[in-house]
């Protein structure tokens, strides 16, 4: 694990909520940690694991929920499939409606 700068410590394989930018409000998984360039994301639909996103940390929310598939997947051969993302996406999507739901939002 790398901790990025202050307070922004993620992992790869951990979901993100984007804050700010283009894809605001959407989901995806972090794919790379770099010190100097930031954090690399992709979701397996808009943005690809071959095409990640650079982002700013600053400009994104971290979730507790970890893909494991995602990480086992990138310490075995160093790559992900895009279905392994989208599917993580989609679970995190699916529980995160369930809570929001029990939560009465």
Not at 76 to 104: C, I, P, Y
């Amino acid at each position: 694990m790398i901790h990025l700068k202050k307070e922004h410590p993620l992992q790869i394989g951990q979901l993100v909520k984007i804050r700010k930018g283009r894809d605001a409000g959407q989901v995806a998984v972090v794919v790379r940690l770099d010190e100097e360039q930031g954090i690399w994301i992709a979701d397996g639909h808009k943005r690809k694991f071959d095409r990640p996103k650079k982002k700013n940390p600053l400009h994104l929310e971290s979730q507790t929920a970890i893909s494991s598939e995602v990480v086992n997947s990138l310490q075995e051969s160093g790559r992900v499939t895009n279905a392994k993302l989208r599917h993580a996406v989609n679970v995190f999507m699916e529980s995160d409606a369930q809570n929001a739901k029990q939560k009465g939002e």
